[in-house]
């Protein structure tokens, strides 16, 4: 089993553009149960009945029939419309339907009966963030990556890098040393 620090050597090998010691999940770690979305305010078998649902839901999308999908995490949301999780996977359904603006809807909702706080803030966060993106809406994407990255989301620190005009140059520099090195005979321009 690797240390924290074999861990954070590995991160700086492996991702050089990122601050030494930044650890995956690290602050999921450190924040214990704040890191996780709060369902004791529900009632158990009202909860059960929802999870169940949203897990129809999700297995359905992955079988591909999307309606049917989007139909159990309704289903949820009527029962417990307070409850963000079912809202972030409504949205996910609805984009893959290609309702890109009921998606946004919903993940709003997820952030804001969330406080944005919790593993359904952060996976709302997240994607709203690539919605954004796709949109062309890069600040709005960059502040939620920013969010989801604070909230332990180690995709949206990657994001992050990614929009990170130096962090671009910096990959592919790195990537134009590595050819160097593979094939020293070949000239790079």
Same mark, same amino acid.
């Not at 009527?78 to 009921?102: F, I, K, T, Y």
């Not at 989801?148 to 005009?165: D, E, K, T, V």
């Given at each position: 089993?690797?240390?924290?620090?074999?861990?954070?050597?590995?991160?700086?090998?492996?991702?050089?553009?990122?601050?030494?010691?930044?650890?995956?999940?690290?602050?999921?770690?450190?924040?214990?149960?704040?890191?996780? @979305?709060?369902? @004791?305010?529900?009632?158990? @078998?009202?909860?059960?009945?929802?999870?169940?649902?949203?897990?129809?839901?999700?297995?359905?999308?992955?079988?591909?029939?999307?309606?049917?999908?989007?139909?159990?995490?309704?289903?949820?949301?009527?029962?417990?419309?307070?409850?963000?999780?079912?809202?972030?996977?409504?949205?996910?359904?609805?984009?893959?339907?290609?309702?890109?603006?009921?998606?946004?809807?919903?993940?709003?909702?997820?952030?804001?009966?969330?406080?944005?706080?919790?593993?359904?803030?952060?996976?709302?966060?997240?994607?709203?963030?690539?919605?954004?993106?796709?949109?062309?809406?890069?600040?709005?994407?960059?502040?939620?990556?920013?969010?989801?990255?604070?909230?332990?989301?180690?995709?949206?620190?990657?994001?992050?890098?990614?929009?990170?005009?130096?962090?671009? &140059?910096?990959?592919?520099? &790195?990537?134009?040393?590595?050819?160097?090195?593979?094939?020293?005979?070949?000239?790079?321009?």
């Amino acid at each position: 089993m690797a240390t924290p620090g074999d861990l954070a050597v590995l991160q700086s090998i492996l991702n050089p553009c990122t601050p030494f010691g930044d650890l995956p999940d690290l602050d999921v770690v450190e924040k214990g149960a704040d890191a996780l @979305d709060d369902d @004791d305010a529900y009632d158990p @078998d009202l909860l059960k009945r929802v999870q169940d649902l949203e897990l129809k839901g999700v297995l359905a999308a992955e079988s591909g029939d999307i309606k049917v999908a989007i139909e159990r995490f309704s289903e949820a949301i009527q029962l417990l419309p307070n409850r963000p999780s079912a809202h972030n996977n409504q949205a996910q359904a609805l984009r893959l339907q290609g309702d890109v603006d009921g998606a946004l809807k919903e993940l709003n909702q997820a952030v804001n009966l969330s406080s944005g706080k919790g593993r359904s803030a952060c996976q709302a966060l997240v994607q709203r963030g690539l919605v954004y993106r796709l949109q062309g809406q890069d600040e709005a994407a960059r502040e939620d990556f920013q969010c989801a990255a604070g909230l332990g989301s180690q995709f949206a620190r990657h994001q992050l890098a990614l929009m990170n005009p130096y962090a671009a &140059l910096c990959n592919r520099m &790195l990537t134009e040393m590595v050819e160097k090195l593979r094939n020293p005979s070949v000239q790079q321009n």
